[in-house]
């Protein structure tokens, strides 16, 4: 990926960081919800905090989540989205998958229940590939929800790195196998070739990565290449 091309369309911003309202994580399982928190209003922010556990067992998710659920979270809130990914539904290659092995049994049929009933609840499901230009263009109309293998994550700001200690104890796995792990893209300077993030198993700050690290990252297998386009 040493090569990668990004394109910027005419007229875009070399630069942008959009200002989001941080949230960290409280347990090993929330991260994507904790994503969810931060693109969502103040107001309906509050409700879902107020309301938490209630909300993710009545969504039907309780500790266990998907890209998918969280689709459904936003739609919860009326937060206009498009959901990219590979693979509709539970890739069967996943068994056998130490990440996957203890979620696949009771949230398989459940996930394949949401995927069918996405276009009747409202959720814009696309089976695609999105490219780095895509969806660095994106991000001139709002942040992006992504699913990556959070082993890979690096912040040039943070000074931390795949391999360090630090970063290791930050993440809720200190595994080095796949790790599914989602972070809210919220910006890019292209002169440099970086993205911003916010990583919710951080405090309140914005990280930085090279595009050619966030590429590796969300193209992991087991990611799926999942994200969620939020128009803000």
């Not at 911003?13 to 103040?42: A, F, T």
């Amino acid at each position: 990926m040493d090569n990668l091309e990004v394109k910027l369309k005419q007229g875009q911003p070399e630069k942008i960081l959009i200002q989001l309202k941080h949230y960290k994580q409280k347990y090993n399982w929330d991260c994507g919800v904790s994503c969810v928190l931060m693109v969502l209003p103040n107001k309906s922010r509050q409700i879902l905090l107020k309301n938490f556990f209630h909300i993710c067992k009545e969504e039907g998710f309780n500790k266990s989540t998907w890209t998918i659920d969280l689709c459904y979270l936003l739609r919860r809130y009326n937060i206009e989205h498009e959901f990219y990914t590979v693979t509709l539904g539970v890739h069967p290659g996943y068994r056998g998958n130490s990440f996957y092995n203890n979620i696949l049994d009771k949230d398989e049929e459940r996930i394949r229940n949401k995927f069918n009933e996405a276009k009747a609840n409202g959720v814009n499901v696309r089976e695609a590939s999105v490219s780095i230009s895509f969806l660095i263009e994106h991000l001139t109309q709002g942040p992006a929800i992504l699913l990556t293998n959070a082993r890979l994550l690096t912040c040039d700001i943070c000074k931390l790195n795949k391999l360090s200690v630090e970063l290791r104890k930050c993440l809720p796995w200190p595994s080095t196998s796949y790790q599914g792990h989602y972070i809210v893209l919220c910006g890019y300077d292209i002169n440099n070739r970086k993205v911003y993030y916010r990583n919710p198993s951080l405090q309140d700050r914005v990280c930085m990565m090279p595009v050619e690290t966030l590429e590796e990252a969300r193209k992991s297998f087991g990611t799926d290449q999942d994200l969620i386009l939020i128009y803000s």
